[in-house]
C-alpha cells in the first residue's frame, strides 16, 4: 500500500509541475484581445484557463492528501520500530548455587 500511495504522489507531483508549466500567465490575457485568435480553441475563449486552473486545484488536493497518508506511514513505521513490542522476552529459570556464602556458618552433614 506505501509503494502504491507513493507512485501516486510521484505522478501527482510531475503532473502539477506540468500544468503549472501550460498554464498561461495573467499578462497574457491582454495580447489575446489583439487577435490572437483565443476564441477558436477546443475550450473557447477562457474556458481552457479555469479548466487547467480547475485540473490544477483537483491534483493538488490529491497531492496533499497522499502527502498526509505517507506521513502517516512514516508515522507508523518509526512507532512499530521503536516499540517494546518488537522486543524479544525470554524467560529463564532462577539460578541454584550450591556454594555457601564464607560467612555462612558451617553445616555438618
Known sequence: MYSFVLVVHIILAILIIALVLVQQGKGADAGASFGGGGAAT????????NFLTRLTAIFTALFFATSLTLAIFAKKQTTDAYSLKSVQTSTSAPVTST?????APKTTE
Open 42 to 49: 477546443v475550450f473557447g475563449a477562457s474556458g481552457a484557463g
Open 99 to 103: 556454594e555457601t556464602s564464607p560467612n
